[in-house]
């Protein structure tokens, strides 16, 4: 099976070979990213890998990869090398193993697809005082560290960025998994302003925090919200009644 790498880092070479006696197999289409072990090594001072970003695409006998950043856009670079492979350890599905030159080897989940509307309050309420609220609805991103930009511009709301996890803790940890939907303001994008969760198999998740408010539904789990600008607006306005 051949490898194609569609930006100008070094060839990558995909391994179906057998190795301890296991073999592999070709990777699932769709995006992979190592945002979880970077996120955790960088919180216990260890020595992290470059964060990766990279979408898996096959065709006939080909695979395809290219890298993305995290809000999906294509990238011209990446700094992965060497060689693709799905993580052997038995039970673990939709994870790649990355070596790099300095031959630390990193893991790439495989994310989910999310789908999310999003209000934010405007900066100037309407003529009878009353607030005035920006919608955008089918935001796309996905849960291994997916951003996506909301509002700002002629808009009439201030910028927001929400970012969604699917959090696997640390070793040692025994915090529980989970999804995580963070709320990060233009002036913070490194921090967020708030954030939720929710179990990890749920079908959404969402945050209001008065002047924002967003839900998000995770692929496959369960059907994206109709919702839309006016229904919204509707309700909050029935709020004030």
Request: hydrophobic share 40%; glycine share 8%; with cysteine.
């Amino acid at each position: 099976m051949r490898l194609i790498l569609t930006t100008v880092a070094a060839v990558l070479v995909f391994s179906a070979s057998a190795d301890a006696g296991e073999r592999r197999t070709a990777p699932e289409p769709g995006i992979y990213t190592n945002e979880e072990e970077v996120y955790f090594d960088l919180l216990a001072q260890r020595t992290a890998a470059p964060w990766i970003s990279v979408t898996v695409d096959q065709t006939n006998d080909s695979i395809k990869v290219s890298g993305v950043d995290a809000f999906q856009k294509p990238i011209d670079e990446t700094t992965v090398s060497n060689a693709w492979k799905f993580l052997p350890s038995p039970g673990i599905k939709d994870r790649l193993q990355l070596s790099l030159p300095n031959g630390k080897v990193t893991e790439l989940r495989r994310a989910r697809a999310v789908s999310c509307w999003v209000s934010i309050r405007k900066d100037k309420v309407k003529a009878d005082g009353s607030e005035d609220w920006y919608f955008q609805s089918d935001v796309k991103l996905h849960d291994q560290g997916g951003r996506a930009i909301v509002g700002g511009g002629d808009s009439g709301a201030q910028a927001v960025m929400i970012r969604v996890r699917n959090v696997t803790w640390d070793t040692g940890s025994t915090n529980a998994p989970v999804v995580a939907l963070y709320v990060h303001k233009p002036d913070k994008w490194e921090k967020a302003e708030s954030y939720s969760w929710a179990a990890p198999d749920s079908a959404r998740v969402g945050i209001n925090l008065r002047w924002v408010q967003t839900g998000c539904t995770i692929g496959g789990l369960g059907q994206a919200s109709k919702l839309d600008g006016n229904k919204f607006k509707a309700g909050e306005e029935a709020k004030t009644k």
